[in-house]
């Protein structure tokens, strides 16, 4: 199953509502994750089940999205959210990811 | 606090073997909960799966690397290693260990991630 994001980049200020797509190329029902990776870290689960919020990420992220479409939202744009993201699904082997968002300053 | 630590050559010659193991700490590699896996990722590019495995014994390998890959567990150290044969330049990457949870339901998730390690393949 192949994933495509879009877009592969984007500059935003503080404060900017932020839209991240993630497009499977055959339908996962919910079976997807979001990952926040920062330069020279791994990656930081954000959120699974296509909208679950993992425990202790801030509210500002949520996820939507079922079948071959989904979304990550940041409300307010953090200084600390300057960073790459990935969507990946996990509804069957071999498990793949995203090709990744940046997200940098405007 | 379940912790993952990666540990290993720094550098691989190239057509030798690849050869690192993950310490879990904080959490039993034996728990019939969890699957642990490895995913790599070349210098400014993306994240890919190698492959996953539960302490039982199943092993799920990415079709792209089977031919070269192996995962194995040692329960009595709470380790499980990354094996890759035959490495290239196209090899050189940092490598995460990490743990899945819930595989088989929506739910399934990399929780728990390893700080990495960046293996480069050079004579």
């Known amino acids: 199953i192949q994933l495509t994001q879009s877009p592969s980049s984007l500059s935003a200020s503080v404060g900017d509502r932020v839209t991240i797509t993630c497009r499977a190329s055959?339908?996962?029902?919910?079976?997807l994750a979001w990952y926040q990776q920062k330069p020279g870290k791994a990656p930081k689960l954000l959120i699974y089940?296509?909208?679950t919020l993992q425990s202790g990420v801030p509210s500002r992220f949520s996820g939507s999205g079922s079948g071959t479409d989904f979304t990550l939202t940041i409300s307010s744009l953090q200084p600390e959210d300057f960073a790459t993201y990935y969507c990946?699904?996990?509804?069957?082997?071999?498990?793949?990811f995203g090709p990744g968002t940046k997200v940098d300053i405007k | 606090q379940l912790q993952l630590q990666e540990s290993g050559p720094g550098l691989v010659k190239p057509s030798e073997t690849l050869s690192l193991t993950c310490t879990v700490s904080?959490?039993?590699?034996?728990?019939?909960?969890?699957?642990w896996g490895w995913i790599r990722q070349p210098p400014g590019k993306g994240l890919e799966w190698i492959g996953t495995?539960?302490?039982?014994?199943?092993?799920y390998y990415n079709p792209s690397l089977k031919s070269r890959v192996t995962i194995s567990v040692d329960t009595s150290k709470n380790q499980f290693s990354l094996k890759l044969s035959s490495v290239t330049a196209a090899d050189t990457a940092v490598y995460y260990c990490?743990?899945?949870?819930?595989?088989?339901?929506?739910?399934?998730?990399?929780?728990?991630w390893g700080q990495g390690t960046l293996v480069t393949v050079s004579s």
């Open positions: 990490a743990r899945l949870i819930n595989w088989g339901y929506s739910t399934s998730r990399f929780d728990y």
């Open positions: 904080g959490g039993s590699i034996s728990s019939s909960t969890y699957y």
């Open positions: 495995f539960y302490y039982s014994g199943s092993t």
């Open positions: 055959q339908g996962i029902s919910s079976y």
């Open positions: 089940a296509a909208s």
């Open positions: 990946q699904q996990l509804n069957s082997y071999p498990l793949t």
